[in-house]
């Protein structure tokens, strides 16, 4: 299976992402865990993601699953579902040079009825050779748009 030509530009970020993660709110206590982040190409003009997060004695905490999309080399879209009750619908930008590919998407969060309230979700992804940094800030429960997500993580596949 070939990688659709629209996003061939992503193709070194397919594969699996795993590394140290901190995460921390102004509603909530820091915490550490263990991030993992798996980008499949299923020769569609998207990408596949599935988020996985443990607990330091190896317990399950989070999962998301979503999509990229390329619509032209600098521009990504991203769909994701997030088992806590909350949809991400949003728009980004894409920058890649010899050395380093760096991906931010701003969306807008749906939130079921008896879920906790998100407002916005703002993403950073910078994949320098065979390490991917990941940051994310959220706007939810009345706090404006805060640092909630950083992780460091090493290709693993």
Same mark, same amino acid.
């Given at each position: ?6 996003? %061939? ?32 190409? @299923? ?63 701003? %969306?807008? @969060? ?29 706007? %939810? ?15 693993? %596949?």
């Amino acid at each position: 299976m070939s990688m659709h030509p629209s996003i %061939a530009h992503l193709a070194r970020l397919v594969g699996t992402w795993r590394g140290d993660a901190h995460g921390e709110y102004p509603t909530i206590k820091s915490f550490e865990y263990v991030d993992q982040w798996e980008f499949i190409d @299923v020769g569609r003009p998207f990408l596949l993601f599935v988020e996985r997060t443990w607990n330091a004695d190896g317990a399950p905490m989070h999962t998301e699953t979503g999509y990229l999309r390329a619509p032209s080399p600098e521009t990504l879209e991203i769909i994701a579902a997030i088992p806590t009750g909350q949809s991400e619908l949003g728009t980004g930008t894409c920058t890649a040079s010899e050395h380093t590919l760096s991906l931010t998407t701003d %969306a807008e @969060v749906r939130t079921a009825p008896s879920a906790k309230q998100v407002d916005r979700i703002v993403r950073r992804y910078e994949l320098q050779g065979d390490e991917l940094t990941y940051e994310m800030d959220m706007s %939810a429960v009345g706090q404006g748009l805060t640092l909630h997500l950083q992780s460091r993580m090493t290709r693993q %596949a």
